[in-house]
């Protein structure tokens, strides 16, 4: 699955230290190093602790995690959709990416500068996300004017995106992102190849100070970044997350690492949070595949059939598919041993309609 997830954010709001931290923590992962694909692009395991379960139960020579990818994306300035700083750099690099990670500086420090002079998380995500709008706003203007010539015409296809277009300008002009517009199933192709950067879904994480680290709503930024998006995007999830720290964490030793966290109070890195909200928002699940020579978590996109996740394996096991046979996660952990699943009857014999759920544990079966 090549989707990748763009980190956005002001000047010093710590969006480079996260990017750095994923990079180091990528790099000392086992089973699959992180790999720089080119300066700013990074690919990291998604961390899955049923991976090891499955691992357990049924032993193989290795377990491969699947992979996420992030991008870091140049700073932004007001007037970026104007051409301002590296403002036409940063709105290309976001259409690239299918999800945006929007990060907000949540701590204070009087050694590190801010671009209003002060600290102002509101403040901050109201600079980016206006001018998301402004340049979507020119986007539908001039989509808008070609489509009303077309639909003069009463061409079919023009009518259903003139109406699309007039519902997002009001919007847009409101100040609100076109994601927070519902869309039916006729529309949402339309919407898709209109290509907003406002449309894209996206997560906020809140860069707070380390002292709030194993308790993120001690934040008053925290608090004040949660209450906003709660009313302008409701539908998005606010992390709090300690870069500076998750930076540190990402360069300890295991069983450093183990120590730092039990002592802060926190089960496990906010990096793990981070990169599972990501592959998440972006409707990413996870299937397995178990014994032989490797335990095996894979990605695909919520709601594909059957077929259709076997050629993420390999394209002649879509092409040739005859079943997958199927347990789910919960019921090998519950059994034990896939032995006692079949005895319990959970095995499960799937056909081409079936719509793979996430946790599933599956051998397909093939002939081409």
Same mark, same amino acid.
């Not at 945006?100 to 109201?126: C, L, M, W, Y």
């Given at each position: 699955?090549?989707?990748?997830?763009?980190?956005?954010?002001?000047?010093? #709001?710590?969006?480079?230290?996260?990017?750095?931290?994923?990079?180091?923590?990528? &790099?000392?992962?086992?089973?699959? $190093?992180?790999?720089?694909?080119?300066?700013?692009?990074?690919?990291?395991?998604? $961390?899955?602790?049923?991976?090891?379960?499955?691992?357990?139960?049924?032993?193989?020579?290795?377990?491969?995690?699947?992979?996420?990818?992030?991008?870091?994306? +140049?700073?932004?300035?007001?007037?970026?959709?104007?051409?301002?700083?590296?403002?036409?750099?940063?709105?290309?690099?976001?259409?690239?990416?299918?999800?945006?990670?929007?990060?907000?500086? +949540?701590?204070?420090?009087?050694?590190?500068?801010?671009?209003? /002079?002060?600290?102002? $998380?509101?403040?901050?995500?109201?600079?980016?996300?206006?001018?998301?709008?402004?340049?979507?706003?020119?986007?539908?203007?001039?989509?808008?004017?070609?489509?009303?010539?077309?639909? =003069?015409?009463?061409?079919?296809?023009?009518? +259903?995106?003139?109406? #699309?277009?007039? =519902?997002? =300008?009001?919007?847009?002009?409101? /100040?609100?992102?076109?994601?927070?517009?519902?869309?039916?199933?006729?529309?949402? $192709?339309?919407?898709?190849?209109?290509?907003?950067?406002? &449309?894209?879904?996206?997560?906020?994480?809140?860069?707070?100070?380390?002292?709030?680290?194993?308790?993120?709503?001690?934040? =008053?930024?925290?608090?004040?970044?949660?209450?906003?998006?709660?009313?302008?995007?409701?539908?998005?999830?606010?992390?709090?997350?300690?870069?500076?720290?998750?930076?540190?964490? &990402?360069?300890?030793?295991?069983?450093?690492? +183990?120590?730092?966290?039990?002592?802060?109070?926190?089960?496990?890195?906010?990096?793990?949070?981070?990169?599972?909200?990501?592959?998440?928002?972006?409707?990413?699940?996870? %299937? %397995?595949?178990?014994?032989?020579?490797?335990?095996?978590?894979?990605?695909?996109?919520?709601?594909?059939?059957?077929?259709?996740?076997?050629?993420?394996?390999?394209?002649? %096991?879509?092409?040739?598919?005859?079943? &997958?046979?199927? #347990?789910?996660?919960?019921?090998?952990?519950?059994?034990?041993?896939?032995?006692? #699943?079949?005895?319990?009857?959970?095995?499960?014999?799937?056909?081409?309609?079936?719509?793979?759920?996430?946790?599933?544990?599956?051998? %397909?079966?093939?002939?081409?």
């Amino acid at each position: 699955m090549a989707l990748t997830a763009g980190i956005v954010g002001l000047p010093n #709001v710590g969006k480079s230290t996260l990017f750095n931290a994923i990079t180091k923590a990528g &790099a000392e992962m086992a089973n699959y $190093p992180f790999a720089t694909i080119d300066p700013n692009v990074g690919m990291v395991e998604v $961390p899955d602790a049923r991976l090891d379960r499955i691992q357990e139960i049924i032993p193989a020579k290795k377990n491969v995690h699947t992979t996420f990818e992030f991008t870091d994306i +140049a700073g932004i300035v007001k007037g970026a959709s104007k051409g301002e700083g590296l403002g036409n750099k940063f709105l290309e690099n976001i259409r690239q990416v299918d999800a945006i990670v929007h990060v907000v500086r +949540a701590f204070d420090d009087d050694n590190i500068t801010t671009v209003s /002079g002060k600290v102002d $998380p509101i403040e901050d995500i109201q600079t980016i996300n206006m001018e998301l709008i402004l340049a979507d706003l020119e986007s539908i203007d001039k989509r808008l004017a070609k489509t009303q010539r077309a639909a =003069k015409g009463r061409d079919k296809d023009a009518l +259903a995106e003139l109406e #699309v277009l007039e =519902k997002i =300008k009001p919007v847009l002009e409101a /100040g609100k992102s076109a994601r927070t517009i519902e869309f039916d199933e006729s529309e949402q $192709p339309i919407v898709k190849g209109l290509f907003l950067l406002t &449309a894209k879904p996206i997560l906020y994480v809140a860069n707070i100070a380390e002292d709030d680290m194993a308790d993120p709503e001690a934040s =008053k930024y925290f608090k004040l970044i949660k209450d906003y998006v709660a009313n302008e995007d409701p539908d998005a999830e606010v992390l709090g997350i300690s870069a500076e720290s998750e930076q540190e964490i &990402a360069e300890l030793e295991d069983d450093e690492k +183990a120590e730092f966290l039990e002592a802060e109070g926190i089960t496990e890195p906010g990096l793990n949070r981070l990169i599972r909200a990501s592959y998440h928002l972006l409707g990413l699940q996870t %299937f %397995f595949t178990a014994g032989g020579k490797e335990t095996r978590a894979w990605t695909f996109k919520k709601g594909m059939t059957a077929p259709q996740t076997a050629g993420v394996i390999h394209s002649d %096991f879509e092409r040739g598919f005859i079943r &997958a046979e199927t #347990v789910s996660f919960d019921d090998l952990d519950k059994n034990g041993s896939m032995q006692a #699943v079949k005895e319990a009857g959970r095995l499960r014999l799937e056909g081409k309609d079936y719509l793979v759920q996430d946790g599933d544990i599956i051998e %397909f079966r093939f002939n081409v």
